[in-house]
C-alpha cells in the first residue's frame, strides 16, 4: 500500500527510482529517447525538483543552503490576527507590503457572549482599512478555502498563521506559522530557515470507490508521523496516480500534509489546475509544474492509491489510524486502549467507551463533515447521494455539515445535494472551523464523534478532563461518516455500500465575495483609527535577556509528544484571544491545572528578589541585579499542531524564560518560543527534574553572544546540586538577538 524509502532517490522521466547510479540513470532515459546527463548532472539533481524552482526564486539571497523567503500573500483568522497587527503596529508598520488576507472563521462568540467576538472583527476591519488588507467576514468562508478560491497561484508562496496553511495540490507552496513570522513579513523582514529536505510522494494507480481523500492522507500520515519520515521537509507530489483525482481531492490529501509535521508540500500540475483556476477567473494564475528530467530527493514514499481502504484515525491523534475493517475487527481491544490512554493522564475519569461495541457493531452519536478538509463540494455532493431517500434516523446520532464556503454552499444549494441532505435529517451549517478547534458540535462525554476533519487532539473538541468530561473524536473520510449515517451511526466503510459514478461540475460564483469581502490592499488610509472593543490588550512590557538566568521547573510532562492544545487549549479559550492576560489564565490548564498558579509565584520572585527568602536559602552566589528569573517548563517533546503562537506567548505573559526539550515537535512552536523570547533548549537525555526544582544558568547572555551551544547549568533540588547539560543548537544571528532583546517585540523596538 504505501512503501518508505530511505535513501536518496530520483525521479527519471516522472519514474520514481531507488537507483540513481549513473549508468542506471542514463540507461532509464535512453529507452525514453532523451539525452543522457552527466554524473554531475545527477548529483545536482535536487534543482530539478519543484521544491527548488519556487524555494530559489523567493530566496532574497544568493545563499541556497539558508533561505531568506519573501511570500507573496498572507492569510489570517481572527484567533490570531490582532496579536499580529498589535505586535506589528508596536514595531512600526505602516502599510501591508504584500496581499494579507483576514478571515473571520473562528468566530467564537458562541463560546463566552459578551461583546468581543464582534469587537475583536471590528478591530480587524478597520485594520484593513488602515493599512490595506483584505477583510472577510464572519460565515463567507474558512481562511484556507478562500485562499484556495482568491490568491494561490502555481510557483506562489503563501504564509498563513494557521498549521494547515497548505495549498501544493494548486501549485502553490505554503507554510503555516505562528504569528511573528507574519509580523516579519510585514516588516519587510524574512522568513529564515536552511534549505529543507525534500521527500518525494509518488502516487500511483486509482482509489477504489467508496475511497476518499482523508482515508489517502490518513494512510500516509500512519505510516510517516511518529517514525519523523517528512518532518520539517517538503513534501513533493508526483506520480501518474494525480491525474486521477480531482481537485477537490488533491486538495483534501494537501491539507492533511500538516500532521505528518511536514514544513510544505507542492505537487504536479496539469490541465486540471488551469480548469480550476479558469473557473474562478484566474487562469493567468495557472502554470505547468513539474520535476526536471532527473530530480532527485532525499527520501521518497511510494504510495499505490488502488490499496487504499477506508480509514479511521482512533483518538487521540491523527497518526492513530487503521483500517476501518480492522478497527472493527480489534474494537473492544482498541476502545479498551483508548481508555487506558485517558486514564493514564487523567486517572479519575470514569471512561467507558468499550460500551460504544455492540454484537460486533461501534456505534457513534455524531458525524461531522467540515472546514478545510472536509468541506469540499465533492466531499458534500457525494454524501448527498449517498444519503438520498434515505435518513440519519431520529435517535442519538446526528449528522451536521459544513460546506467551507458560501460559493461552495451556493453550488451545493443549485446542485441540490442540500436538499437532499436536509431531507435525511443533517443539519446544513455555514462555513466555520468550530468542529476542528473546540469552539462548535462538541461531542458528549463517554461519546464517539467521527469527523472529516483535521485533527482529534486530546482535549482539542471541548474537553474539560478536570470536571469529568472527556470528548473522543475518530477521523473518517466524509463517504464513510455518510455510510455510518444511513446505517444511524453504525461505523460502516464506504467500500461496502453502493455509490454512484458520478462527477460533480463545479461553477464558482464570485459575486458572493465580490459582493461582502472588503479589497483593501493597495488602498491603506493611515487617517483610519484601528478600533479598540474592551478585551483588545496590550501586550505586556518584556524584559530583556539578562547577563546569568535562574529557572525553576513549573510544570514537567512526561507524555511522548505534547500538542499545543494542551499547551494552550482551543475552544472557549480562544475568545480571550485578544487579551494575553486573560487567555493565560488557561495555560497548560488541561494537563497541568497547576502551572499557572506556579508561575505567577516564579514571577513574583523575580519582582521582588531582593527580598526573597526562598533566593537567599539558595546554595549559589547570585548577583541579582544581573540574574533573570522565570519559569521554565519541561516536556518530552512539545508543540505538535498548530501554530498558534499562543503556546509560547502565555508561557511569557506569565513570566517564563525557556522550554526543556528532547525535540521540538514542530518547527513553528520552536520559532514561536524564540520570537517571544523563550529559550528553546534541548537535552540528549530525558533530565531528572521535579517541579520546584532551580536550573542556574551562568553566563548565559554572553554565551548566546559568542554563538556558544551548549550550557553547563546548576540543578538545585531539594538543597542540593547536580549538573545539566542544555544546548542551543542551530540559531541563526536574528533568532540569538530576538532572544537578546527579550522577545520580536523589543527586537523591532530596538531598531533592528
Known amino acids: 500500500m504505501i512503501t518508505l524509502y530511505k535513501q536518496k532517490t530520483a525521479l527519471i522521466n516522472g519514474n520514481l527510482e531507488t537507483d540513481i547510479s549513473l549508468d542506471h540513470v542514463n540507461k532509464i532515459l535512453g529507452k525514453a529517447g532523451l539525452s543522457p546527463v552527466s554524473e554531475q548532472d545527477v548529483k545536482e539533481g535536487v534543482k530539478n525538483t519543484m521544491a527548488w524552482s519556487i524555494l530559489t526564486a523567493h530566496n532574497t539571497t544568493k545563499d541556497h543552503k539558508n533561505l531568506k523567503i519573501k511570500f507573496d500573500a498572507m492569510a489570517s483568522h481572527d484567533i490570531t490576527y490582532v496579536g499580529i497587527v498589535q505586535t506589528a503596529k508596536a514595531s512600526g508598520l505602516h502599510e501591508f507590503p504584500m496581499p494579507y488576507v483576514l478571515t473571520n472563521c473562528h468566530n467564537s462568540l458562541c463560546a463566552v457572549g459578551g461583546t468581543i467576538n464582534e469587537d475583536d472583527h471590528l478591530f480587524g476591519l478597520s485594520a484593513a482599512k488602515k493599512y490595506g488588507g483584505i477583510f472577510v467576514p464572519a460565515h463567507l468562508a474558512v481562511i484556507h478555502q478562500y485562499m484556495r478560491e482568491m490568491h494561490t497561484g502555481c510557483g506562489k508562496m503563501l504564509l498563513g498563521s494557521d498549521s494547515h496553511t497548505r495549498y501544493g495540490a494548486l501549485g502553490t507552496m505554503a507554510m503555516g506559522e505562528g504569528g511573528p513570522e507574519l509580523v516579519k513579513q510585514l516588516l519587510n523582514r524574512t522568513y529564515d530557515i536552511a534549505y529543507p529536505d525534500v521527500v518525494c510522494i509518488y502516487l500511483e494507480n486509482e482509489p477504489k470507490k467508496g475511497v476518499g481523500p482523508h482515508d489517502v492522507a490518513l494512510a500516509i500520515i500512519g505510516e510517516v508521523f511518529k517514525n519523523g519520515f517528512v518532518k520539517n521537509s517538503v513534501m513533493e507530489f508526483t506520480g ?67 490499496k487504499i481502504e477506508p480509514m479511521i484515525a482512533l483518538p487521540f491523534h491523527p497518526s492513530n489510524t487503521y ?226 538566568l535562574l529557572l525553576k521547573v513549573a510544570s514537567y510532562i512526561d507524555d511522548p509528544v505534547t500538542t499545543t492544545d494542551e499547551l494552550i487549549p482551543s475552544g472557549e479559550t480562544s ?92 518547527k513553528r512552536y520552536r520559532s514561536n518560543l524564540v520570537n517571544w523570547g523563550l529559550l528553546p533548549f534541548v537535552t540528549n537525555v530525558k533530565p531528572a527534574l521535579k517541579i520546584g526544582d532551580f536550573i542556574f544558568i551562568e553566563g548565559i547572555r554572553s554565551g548566546i553572544l559568542q554563538g556558544q551551544r551548549e550550557f553547563d547549568c546548576v540543578v538545585i533540588s531539594n538543597g542540593n546540586k547536580n549538573t545539566l547539560k542544555l544546548k542551543l543548537p542551530n540559531l541563526t544571528d536574528d533568532e540569538r538577538d530576538i532572544l537578546l532583546e527579550g522577545s520580536l517585540i523589543n527586537y523591532y523596538k530596538s531598531g533592528k
Not at 489564565?585 to 526562598?614: C, T, W
Not at 501554530?643 to 509560547?648: C, L, S, T, Y
Request: charge should be negative; include cysteine.
Open 240 to 306: 501518474p496516480g494525480i491525474a486521477g483525482l480531482s481537485i477537490d481531492f488533491r486538495n483534501g490529501i494537501d491539507v492533511m500534509t500538516t500532521e505528518t509535521a511536514c514544513l510544505s508540500s507542492i505537487w504536479v500540475t496539469d490541465e486540471k489546475v488551469r480548469e480550476y483556476f479558469k473557473s474562478h477567473g484566474r487562469e493567468e494564475d495557472f502554470r505547468a509544474l513539474k520535476p526536471g528530467k532527473v530530480a532527485l530527493y532525499d527520501r521518497a514514499v511510494r504510495v499505490d492509491l488502488s
Open 323 to 548: 483500517t476501518i475493517k480492522n478497527f472493527l475487527e480489534n474494537a473492544p481491544d482498541l476502545l479498551a486502549g483508548i481508555e487506558d490512554e485517558v486514564k493514564r493522564k487523567s486517572p479519575d475519569i470514569d471512561v467507558s467507551l468499550r460500551s460504544l461495541y455492540k454484537d460486533g457493531k461501534v456505534i457513534v452519536n455524531q458525524g461531522i463533515i467540515a472546514g478545510c478538509s472536509g468541506g469540499t463540494f465533492e466531499n458534500i455532493s457525494i454524501a448527498a447521494d449517498i444519503l438520498d431517500g434515505h435518513n440519519v434516523g431520529t435517535d442519538e446520532f446526528t449528522l451536521s455539515v459544513y460546506p467551507q464556503s458560501q460559493p461552495v454552499f451556493y453550488e451545493l444549494n443549485r446542485n441540490g445535494s442540500v436538499n437532499k441532505l436536509m431531507t435525511t435529517g443533517a443539519i446544513m451549517k455555514t462555513a466555520f472551523c468550530g468542529p476542528c478547534f473546540g469552539a462548535g458540535d462538541v461531542p458528549a462525554n463517554n461519546s464517539l464523534s467521527i469527523r472529516h476533519t483535521t485533527r482529534n487532539f486530546p482535549n482539542r473538541e471541548g474537553s474539560k478532563p478536570g470536571d469529568g468530561q472527556v470528548a473522543a473524536v475518530a477521523l473518517m473520510d466524509a463517504r464513510s461518516i455518510a455510510a455510518t449515517a444511513l446505517n444511524h451511526g453504525e461505523i460502516t466503510p464506504a467500500t461496502e455500500i453502493e455509490i454512484k459514478d458520478k462527477e460533480y461540475p463545479y461553477t464558482f460564483n464570485g459575486d458572493i465575495y465580490k459582493n461582502r469581502v472588503y479589497q483593501g490592499y493597495n488602498k491603506a488610509d493611515d487617517s483610519v483609527s484601528l478600533r479598540y472593543g474592551p478585551n483588545i490588550k496590550d501586550w505586556p512590557e518584556m524584559e530583556p535577556l539578562k547577563e546569568h
Open 575 to 666: 475568545s480571550y484571544r485578544s487579551n494575553p492576560l486573560k487567555l493565560s489564565e488557561f495555560a497548560l490548564s488541561r494537563v497541568d491545572p497547576g502551572y499557572v498558579k506556579k508561575a505567577k509565584e516564579i514571577a513574583r520572585m523575580n519582582q521582588n528578589k531582593d527580598h526573597s527568602a526562598e533566593l537567599k536559602q539558595l546554595p549559589l552566589s547570585l548577583d541579582l541585579s544581573k540574574t533573570g528569573i522565570g519559569s521554565v517548563i519541561y516536556a518530552n517533546k512539545p508543540g505538535d499542531g498548530s501554530a498558534r503562537e499562543q503556546a509560547a506567548s502565555v508561557q511569557k505573559v506569565l513570566g517564563g524564560w525557556a522550554n526543556i526539550a528532547l525535540d521540538y515537535a514542530t
